[in-house]
Structures are given as C-alpha cells and as structure tokens.
C-alpha cells in the first residue's frame, strides 16, 4: 500500500476561520476555497498544486487513493477536504495528531510545529498567518510560490514525524484511528430536522417562562455581581468557592456547585424560581447544541467528531462543539437530541455498551476472586435469560446485602442502588465524604456517619482491591526512584521508571509527567504535571486511571471486531454503535454482543457482559 502524505492550504478571514466556526461548518461553507495542496507519495518529492477546484479533483485523481494510505496532521480536517469536496475516500486513513497524542500525552501541545521541535525535526513556517483574507485570485504568482514552499514544509515534517513514530506505534492503534476518523470523514447518520425544531421550541419557551416567573430581568439573572445582589435581598447568603483557575474566591454559582444546586429546594419559592431561572438561561448547552444540529441537517449528514485519545486514559471524547459524548439522558426532555439521529435509509443503529467493565476490570486486576465469581455467576442468568429482577447473583444487591446484614431478596430499590454506588465508587479508594456528597439527594439519602460505615464495610469485603490502592502507591515511589516495580495482575502492567509511566495491554503508556513528591499534611504527597498546573495523584487514583485505560484498551479492540463486519458510527464512553442493513438486523445484533463479550488473550479470566439495543434512530437503542 502507498502513503500519500495531503495537506490542503485554504482560504480564511477574520470571522471566516476554525477558531469562529467548527471544522464540520468551515469546509461545508460556501465561502470554503482550497488556495493549493501538497501531496508527497511514499518518499518522493513534495508536489505543490493551485488552481479551481475541478482543476485540483482532476489533479488529485491521477493518485492511486483505493490503495493507498492519506497521511495528515490533523486528518479530520484534511481528510473532509479529500472526501466532502473532492468524492475521494482512500483506503485508509493516517494522522500524526493523533499519534503525537497518544505517544506524548494530552497533557501537551501536539501541534506539527510543537511536534517538530520536540523531535527535533525541524521548523514550521509562519507564511498561513500572512494571508488571512486572500482568496487565490489575490496571490502574485511569488506569492503563491512561498505559500507553496510553506505547504511543502508542513507535509514534509508530517512525513517524517509518521516514519519517526510509525517503529514504535501499535499497529491495532493505527486502526483505531482510521476507525474513528471514519465517523467523520466518511458520515452515514442523519438528522431530523422537524423533531430538532420542535425541541428548540420547548427549550425557549421553557426559558421564557422561567425568567417571567422569576420576575427579574435577564441581565441581573446573568450578571454574577447582580444575582448575588438578588439573593442577599430574598435574605440569602450567596454560596462562594475557591475558583481552580484564578486561586481567588468567587462566587459558586455553576450547575455543580451543590451549595447552589441545593437552593432549588430553599423554602423560599422566589429563591427557588431564581435558581431555577438562573440554570435554565445560563445552561445553554442543548439549546446551542441543538440549533447546531438544526444547521447541520441543511448542510448534509451528520458527521461525528470524535477525538481519538482525547483523555490522560486513551478515552475517545468530544470535538467540533457538538459533544456527542454527553447527549442529555435525564429531565423533562432527554433523548430528544438522540431520537433525532437517524441511520441511513435502509439501516438500523445497533448501540451496545460494556456492563460494569470498569468494576470487572479492577476486581480482575486485583484478583478479587469473589467478586469474580460473582459476575461470572450473573453473566450465565443473563445468558440464560434470567429476568433482572429475579437474579440471585446480582453484584449490588449482593454488595447491599453485605452492607445491610439482610438476605438479597430483602433488599430494596434504595438499598440497591446503595450497593451500586458502593460497587462503583468505592473501588477506587473514595472516601466517606465523597461517597456520602454522591449520594446526597437521592432516593437514598444517608448521613456522613453512614456513609463512613458503608465504605468500611466495603474495604473490609475487597482486600485484595485495599492492597492493589497500596501496590499502586508503592508503584509511584518505584517510578520516582528509577526502580521496577509490580502492579496488578502479572503480564498485564509494567512499570516504566525512566519515563514516570504504566505500559498498557495496547503498548501505549499511561503517563505522570514530571512526577514528583513532597510533604504533606497527610504525610508524601505526589502530583504530575497537566497543562494547567500539577495534579495530585494516589494509589486510589492511579487504579482508577488503569481501569479505564485497561477498560478502553478492550473497548478499542471490540471495535475493532464489529467494525471487520458493520460500520462503526460513534462510541460513548463503553458504548459503541454501528449501523446494519434492516434485513441483517437479528444476525448483526447478536454478532455486535459476541464483540462486546470478546475477551482479549491478555485479560483471559475476565468475565464480561453488554446490553444492546436496536433502532431507526439512536434515542431508539
């Protein structure tokens, strides 16, 4: 196969850029203009086209795509260019964005020129940021022969970046990137315009009728200063916070503030209306979401941009501000945004997402052997079609059941979702002020006392998870001392001292940058460094990382799996969806669970489990 190296140089302005609009809007708008491109093939000469757009199609066509590989920095970008405005699709598809992410972390800057400076590749020119407002008509043949020369630098050093990470990067991962760029580049799903209409609708309206009830006007409902006025008059004392960005006080008035979430429930109903008020126009998100969506369904179909190791995990998140990772799931109106997202004519959605793969990963990592058995007993009811509520191996009624001192099936809805939550959050070393704040307003309420004797009840059932937190802790002295050290299951973890890192299953590394420790109040304290500062980490948290990374490794290659048969279309957190004719429903519904049950060779011994839905749209599965 060939590698074509691509990097398309276009037309911006001032408001006309993708720094004002998403990479989904610039490339589909009207005012898009390709000003030239470079191509190099394997390691031949950089060739340097311009000219119009038929002129460019015909000019790209004479390169063999169908077998070939498309390299770009930033291939969402390019890669749409290539396939939205040109009609090409080449065989796969390459980005060294994405592999700098992956190999240096997200916690620093992998643009081409940061890049190129760190592997001392060279040097990025600045000639794009001389030509803000010139259309190709505007350049001098001089002009356009330096922009050329510039154009030819940048697929120059994305060449030799691939070639400089290509030894030492997974293969399995290069997939994962032309799997995800894919959702992209390559969009199958639709959106319905109407149903994104109507929604609109109700939110504004909703909107509307919470600032007239509050009999205030909007400008002192959205000014911090003035609100907080408002409240002090009602006899209200405004919560405040410690901001994390500035270090200074200010005051907390965000939707995850819980001093102020909890004034929904003031017995003052003014103060209820003005909280209420407040969040409604402040939390603007599904309302600016979905006039996106609107927008997006007269341009075309849905592209899905998903960021391929987005997080210090190896997760996939969010991207082009359409954040399809945090779709609305619970209020008046969730799953409206998601009951717009059509499949294509013709074909279903098949959405499946791993059961409790987090909480299987570390009793597994731990050799909880247990709990083990415990998921290994409940995954054989649900094979055998064991209605839920008649499970005798159920892990939270069990984990209740512990808590509580009482048989299973006397335990409650509210007693369940104690143990589901003690299942879920425990595990990584939480403490019994968190653990009672997650459980702060639900149907379950507890006090702090209570919360404090669950978590022990919980430490006292898992030894083996309480001595992986001190295995973990132990790993961080080992990597500050340059020394090798033991983590988990033997063969699944190691310790790389030199590079302050944890190898994973995918070959990739789990990093703590700069790690180091110093005095606390709690005795050695370790923190690394992130973008905005230093993080702490812990035993705790460092098995919370390697659980979602170990869990997003497995993830990545079940994806893999299904999409060898079906077209891959998104993945949230655990989930993944595909898209199967509608005559192949049953046959790929049960094919998409064999995948999500797939075990790889290195996790051999870990039992786990999905649900799947099927539907026209994707509120449907």
Known sequence: MDLITIDFETYYDREFSLTKLTTEEYIRDKRFEVIGIGIKVNDGIVEWASGTESQLKDWLLRFDWKNSGALAHNAMF????????????????????????????????????????????????????????????????????????????????????????????????????????????????????????????????????????????????????????????????????????????????????????????????????????????????????????????????????????????????????????????????????????????????????????????????????????????????????????????????????????????????????????????????????????????????IDLDEARRIVEVYRRANPAITGLWRQAQLALVAMLRDEPAVLGKSGVLSIVPLERAILLPSKLMLRYDDLKAQEGEKGVEFTYKVRKGRTRIYGGKVIENVCQAIARCIIGEQMLRIAMKYKVVLTVHDAIACICKDEEIEEAQAYVEECMRWVPKWAAGLPLNCESGVGKSYGDC
């Open 78 to 445: 390019d890669g749409a260019i290539l396939a939205w405005r040109f009609g090409i699709l080449p065989k796969l598809w390459l980005d060294t964005l994405c592999m700098g992410r992956a190999l240096h972390g997200v916690e620093v800057s992998n643009s081409l020129a940061a890049l190129a400076q760190r592997e001392q590749l060279g040097t990025k020119g600045v000639e794009v940021l001389t030509v803000a407002g010139m259309r190709r008509e505007d350049f001098s043949r001089e002009r356009l022969a330096r922009y050329g020369d510039y154009c030819v630098t940048d697929v120059e050093l994305t060449y030799l970046l691939f070639r400089k990470f290509l030894p030492v990067f997974p293969k399995k991962e290069l997939k994962l990137i032309d799997t995800t760029l894919r959702m992209f580049i390559e969009p199958e799903l639709r959106l319905e315009r109407v149903l994104l209409q109507e929604h609109l609708q109700v939110i504004q309206e909703q909107k509307a009728k919470l600032l007239a009830d509050s009999g205030v006007e909007a400008s002192d409902l959205m000014s911090n200063p003035k609100f907080a006025e408002v409240l002090k008059n009602l006899g209200v004392t405004p919560p405040r916070k410690i901001s994390p960005t500035t270090g200074k006080e200010t005051y907390a008035f965000a939707k995850n503030d819980e001093e102020f979430i909890a004034l929904i429930h003031h017995p003052d109903w003014r103060v209820q209306g003005l909280v209420s008020a407040r969040l409604g126009l402040k939390s603007t998100l599904e309302e600016t979401r979905t006039q996106r969506f609107i927008d997006i369904a007269e341009r075309g179909t849905l592209p899905v941009p998903v960021k391929y190791y987005a997080a210090h995990t190896g997760r996939w998140g969010g991207d082009d501000k359409i954040n399809l990772q945090n779709l609305p799931s619970r209020g008046e109106n969730a799953g409206k945004l998601k009951s717009a997202i059509l499949a294509p004519e013709g074909y279903s959605i098949i959405d499946s997402d791993s059961s409790q793969i987090e909480a299987r990963v570390l009793a597994w990592l731990a050799g909880q052997e247990d709990l083990l058995e415990v998921f290994r007993k409940n995954n054989e009811e649900i094979l055998a079609g064991v209605k839920k509520k008649d499970f005798k191996h159920d892990p939270y009624k069990l984990m209740a059941s512990q808590i509580y001192g009482k048989p299973t099936t006397e335990i409650t809805d509210p007693e369940r979702f104690v143990g589901k939550t003690t299942i879920l959050g425990a595990g990584y070393g939480m403490g019994a002020v968190k653990f009672h704040a997650q459980l702060k307003g639900s149907e379950a309420n």
